[in-house]
């Protein structure tokens, strides 16, 4: 989705180039991508649903509160929504809504007013300022448990400016579209809505056979030399010949 990372992708694959084909776009377009470049026959597909480390340590979008950064959060710059707009310019039940359902915030309800409370005063405008609306929002004994307070409100924020849950229930259904017959596909996901309805479309479709009874998780050794992939479930599924 964001040009910036075709171009880091370009640069650092150049010795695959004549095996790579890179697309600036969604994966909410994959028929179409698979249709233009003429691509096929498709032996298998993998959905990475992981945002990437260059959005938080590079990007300057405001990804991360660990970094005092505009609150943008678009991986596509093209498009309208930003989390300013939305923390700006929402109503508060709608903003309680998406941190209650994306973030899976407790607190979301006390989060979503003080939102609203100190916009009144002052525009809403960095990561800082948002993290500090949190903490004064969170009750003092949960501002210190092993997932920083800010987490799951900048997760709702990113999923919402990126309709990343949206995006996904519309491309899993293409994939019975372009993947041949007794091939694979793969899907990594780390949230546990995005693992939902990864396990809920592999479970009603008749046209895919299911690999992973349950997800694969990573190891104690993988997770010590990639602390992010703690989190990562993947499930997979092998398209049956019978409904091709």
């Known amino acids: ?15 695959f180039k004549d095996r790579l084909i890179l697309a600036n776009d ?53 498009t309208a929504l930003t989390a300013e707009k939305i923390l700006n310019q929402w109503p508060e039940d709608k903003i309680e809504k998406i941190l209650k359902e994306y973030g899976q915030e407790r607190f979301s309800k ?52 990126n309709k990343e849950l949206d995006n996904l229930r519309e491309a899993l ?22 693992d939902k309805i990864v396990k809920n479309f592999l479970k009603n479709q008749k046209g895919l056979k299911i690999l992973t009874k349950k997800p694969i998780e990573a190891d104690l050794k993988e997770i010590k030399i990639n602390p992010r992939a703690r989190s990562a479930k993947l499930r997979a599924a092998v398209r049956s010949k019978k409904y091709a």
């Not at 405001?62 to 710059?77: A, H, I, V, W």
């Open 1 to 15: 989705m964001d040009p910036e990372q075709v171009k880091n992708c370009r640069d650092k694959l150049k010795k």
């Open 26 to 78: 969604s994966y909410l377009n994959l028929e179409e991508i698979v249709e233009k470049n003429n691509f096929g026959p498709i032996n298998g597909i993998l959905f990475d649903l992981g945002m990437s480390s260059w959005h938080l340590e590079k990007s300057g979008r405001g990804f991360t509160f660990q970094k005092d950064e505009p609150l943008d959060m678009r991986y596509n710059l093209q």
């Open 110 to 161: 006390r989060i979503a007013a003080e939102i609203v409370r100190v916009r009144k005063e002052k525009p809403i405008k960095t990561t800082f300022q948002l993290k500090e609306i949190i903490k004064k929002a969170v009750p003092k004994r949960f501002r210190h448990k092993r997932i920083h307070f800010a987490t799951r409100i900048f997760q709702a924020l990113r999923i919402t400016v």
């Open 173 to 194: 259904p293409q994939i019975l579209e372009v993947l041949s017959p007794g091939e694979r596909l793969v899907v990594v996901s780390f949230h546990s809505l995005e």
